[in-house]
């Protein structure tokens, strides 16, 4: 490799060792991408600076998720499944002996063959002792990690070539096991694991033109903790085929998009929001331009009491919520304003007052950001309209007043700890009056700022 004479390597986080050098590294994949450690895939792109990284999962860990999302990594989705298969039914329920002997002795019947995932290794033996005391017909084996290398091949040969009616066996089973015969699946203890490992050990079974099932048991008259409950639900609801991305959307609302600027891959979804983000991209690439000192926007937080939202009877897909929120929050004039518009008449039909106020406050807020206002805020009849301190050198009093006279509502200009304040009086005004309002304010005062920025060039 460090001679260039090898053209592809397939490789483990092997490959991370000081000692593998590469002549060239101009394409990195990374297969199951779930399962690598955040570490492990950062020292993978530090091998070099500019290597293209392409990585393939069904379901996304949310920090990837979230990036993408963001659009910070490009998203492909695979929704096309294999031809000749179902669904995989999927049951959430309570361990129960009856129902696990009826569930086996069904598969057997029709020549089929069982998973039992059991995920202590240290009591794995006597797990296969209460199964073969309660279906005293079937035949079963068991794998786990910590055997050698031969006594597990072994054992999985031998349960592909029919020798085993069931497989008892830990989490090892969950990627690079593929055998169509084997179409019912149990786990016990399911509140235990992640919606990720869920998906995946669900996606066992299945993989011919027979039905499956999958049972997600849990221990009788045990309280599961809310978040479990919710990853047992998610995983039960989404059965379809290609569902692995709308469990990693789940998973993401579940554990939070983790942060983005470190190595947690989960965490508070709020934490480091998207327009956040955004504006820390928006420096990071005008320092890297060599326009670091200059900031070209600020970030403003807008608390209007209006409802404006995406309501799921107008959108229900959740890919499409999010494509349609980042759209909004792209809107940067009133064409790219009239433009989504238009989409979303073309794509979702007539839409309600709540989606109309949100794509204005798109808008309003792609104004207010270009004159740095850093907080717009709601109580009772008064909104006040906070500014940056950097206005202090753009604008004059007579400059907010020249705003403000384009506009149909009363105001009253104030200094507050040293940052210039506009407080709108609203009373008796309607939401989109107020709307109005805002919009043609910011629309005057950008208008003011590029006039000024023009005569001083």
């Known amino acids: 490799m460090k001679k260039g004479q090898v053209d592809i390597l397939i490789g483990t986080h092997r490959v991370l060792s ?172 399911a509140d235990h694991m992640g919606l990720s490992t869920l998906y995946q050990l669900r996606g066992r079974v299945g993989r011919s033109n027979r039905i499956a099932y999958a049972y997600l048991m849990y221990r009788p008259e045990k309280s599961i903790s809310e978040v479990s409950e919710k990853r047992l639900e998610a995983i039960k609801g989404f059965t379809e085929l290609g569902s692995g991305f709308k469990i990693a959307m789940r998973d993401l609302s579940i554990r939070g998009a983790g942060n983005l600027l470190g190595k947690s891959q989960s965490g508070f979804i709020d934490s480091v929001g998207f327009e956040l983000y955004s504006q820390l991209l928006e420096e990071a690439i005008a320092k890297r331009h060599g326009n670091g000192n200059t900031k070209t926007k600020g970030n403003s937080e807008l608390i209007l009491q209006i409802d404006a939202y995406l309501p799921d009877t107008y959108i229900s897909d959740q890919r499409h919520k999010i494509e349609i929120y980042k759209k909004i929050r792209q809107i940067d004039n009133r064409v790219n304003y009239e433009e989504l518009q238009e989409e979303l008449m073309d794509r979702f039909g007539e839409y309600p007052d709540v989606v109309a106020y949100l794509l204005e406050i798109g808008l309003v807020k792609s104004y207010l950001d270009r004159v740095f206002v850093q907080r717009v805020e709601r109580k009772e009849n008064k909104i006040t309209v906070q500014f940056e301190k950097i206005t202090q050198r753009l604008f004059l009093a007579q400059d907010y007043f020249k705003a403000l006279s384009a506009t149909n509502l009363k105001a009253a200009i104030a200094e507050n700890k040293g940052l210039m304040e506009v407080v709108f009086d609203v009373r008796n005004k309607k939401d989109y009056e107020i709307l109005e309002g805002l919009l043609i304010f910011g629309e005057s005062l950008l208008e003011i700022k590029v006039s000024k920025e023009g005569n001083s060039l």
């Open 18 to 189: 000081k000692d593998v050098v590469f002549a060239d590294l101009g394409l990195m994949i990374i297969d199951e991408e779930q399962r690598f450690g955040v570490k492990h895939k950062e020292t993978l792109k530090e091998l070099k600076k500019q290597v293209d990284v392409l990585t393939l999962t069904a379901t996304p860990i949310p920090r990837t998720l979230h990036m993408s999302m963001l659009g910070i990594r490009d998203l492909s989705v695979i929704e096309t499944p294999p031809t000749n298969r179902y669904p995989v039914q999927t049951y959430v329920l309570e361990k129960n002996d009856s129902v696990i002997r009826d569930a086996v002795l069904r598969e057997m019947e029709r020549g089929g063959q069982v998973y039992y995932l059991y995920n202590k290794v240290d009591t794995i033996d006597q797990k296969v002792s209460e199964l073969q005391e309660l279906i005293p017909e079937a035949s079963i084996g068991y794998v786990h990690g910590q055997m050698s290398e031969i006594q597990l091949e072994n054992t999985l040969l031998d349960f592909i070539e029919g020798q085993y009616d069931i497989l008892v066996t830990t989490t090892i089973i969950e990627t690079g096991v593929d055998i169509p015969n084997a179409n019912t699946l149990f786990i016990e203890n």
